[in-house]
């Protein structure tokens, strides 16, 4: 799969495979906390690998290939080793 750039209609382009990033899990009810950018009250839940790409226009940057299962939970022992490797991107707050 290769994604778009629909604002640039342009292909973009892999700029780093295997890229690790965390998902939050709320420690706040959901009007307390947020979710998105810049969202208060969530913590490590699981670490997820997938692929960077870039736009050669505009530089905007996504993630694909996220595989089905996450490569470590917050329960699994080493998660904490896991944790420490995706450093890349902020977390994820989306549940």
């Not at 208060?40 to 870039?54: H, S």
């Not at 736009?55 to 022992?77: F, K, L, M, R």
Request: aromatic share 10%; hydrophobic share 35%; charged share 20%.
């Amino acid at each position: 799969m290769k994604p778009i750039c629909i604002h640039c209609e342009r292909f973009m382009r892999p700029k780093k495979n295997g890229v690790y990033f965390v998902e939050g899990m709320p420690t706040l009810p959901r009007s307390e906390g947020g979710v998105g950018k810049g969202a208060t009250g969530w913590k490590p839940y699981k670490v997820w690998c997938g692929d960077l790409w870039i736009c050669p226009s505009c530089e905007y940057q996504t993630i694909v290939g996220v595989g089905s299962a996450p490569v470590a939970e917050q329960h699994a022992p080493g998660f904490d080793s896991w944790l420490a490797a995706a450093t890349l991107i902020p977390m994820i707050k989306d549940c």
